[in-house]
């Protein structure tokens, strides 16, 4: 009777070995999925780091003139230049640059693949006189929710001064009528 028990409780504890194998096998899947990035973060990451790239080409690179900085960031894959403003990065207002990056990254997924797209618009500032090489997140300008159009921004009205390079204006909420008084 003496082998029959402990061959009882080694099986027992081999069953409870392989049994707390499996828990913790998928206790440390079902960890590293929820704490591994979206692929959506991975994307939007990834076009941060782009734009942190092409600011650096346009900070060291060679170019001058906007024509040339226009052409740094045209000549990388899945980025486009929006608008140029400025001539020359030597003087003041030196030369800023809005370019949209363009990431598609997919991945494996328990129901097949999975794939995110991001579209990411950057306003990168080269003024060299100024020592002004900011780089900012911008909206992109086809990033619009479902079932909304495009608006105009207003132009702001005569008279009032253009805001300071690198700001933007400030929407003051309009103040109701004051009451009469009795």
């Not at 704490?35 to 650096?56: K, L, M, N, Y």
């Not at 900085?69 to 929006?82: G, Q, Y």
């Not at 909304?148 to 204006?169: C, F, Q, R």
């Amino acid at each position: 009777m003496g082998a029959t028990g402990r061959l009882g409780r080694v099986l027992s504890i081999v069953a409870l070995a392989i049994l707390l194998l499996l828990v913790g096998s998928a206790g440390h899947t079902i960890m590293s999925m929820v704490t591994e990035p979206s692929i959506e973060e991975r994307a939007r990451q990834e076009a941060v780091r782009r734009a942190a790239a092409i600011g650096d080409a346009l900070v060291y690179g060679v170019g001058d003139s906007a024509a040339e900085l226009r052409e740094t960031v045209a000549r990388n894959d899945r980025v486009e230049v929006l608008r140029v403003d400025g001539t020359d990065r030597r003087h003041s207002p030196g030369v800023r640059l809005v370019f949209r990056v363009h990431v598609t990254m997919s991945r494996a997924a328990m129901a097949g693949r999975r794939q995110a797209e991001v579209r990411v618009c950057f306003r990168q500032v080269v003024d060299q006189e100024r020592a002004d090489f900011s780089r900012i997140e911008l909206p992109c300008p086809d990033t619009l929710l479902p079932g909304t159009t495009p608006t105009a921004v207003p132009a702001p009205p005569e008279g009032d001064p253009a805001p300071a390079p690198g700001t933007s204006p400030v929407d003051v909420p309009e103040q109701p009528p004051a009451a009469p008084g009795r």
